[in-house]
């Protein structure tokens, strides 16, 4: 339990200061252009 809780915190650590000190991208955003892009692309409905 000890060793988890350190792994975990150490993981939380070092992601904060990745995230503040370098340009880590924007997952979120890239996720949702690609689902446009993709949306784009989908083919019509043959009617």
Known sequence: M???LL????GHVVGMYL???YDTPN???KLEDIK???D???KPPRA
């Open 2 to 4: 000890l060793q988890f």
């Open 40 to 42: 784009a692309k989908k």
């Open 7 to 10: 792994r975990f915190t150490l």
């Open 27 to 29: 997952l979120a955003k």
């Open 19 to 21: 995230a503040q000190n």
């Open 36 to 38: 446009k892009d993709l």
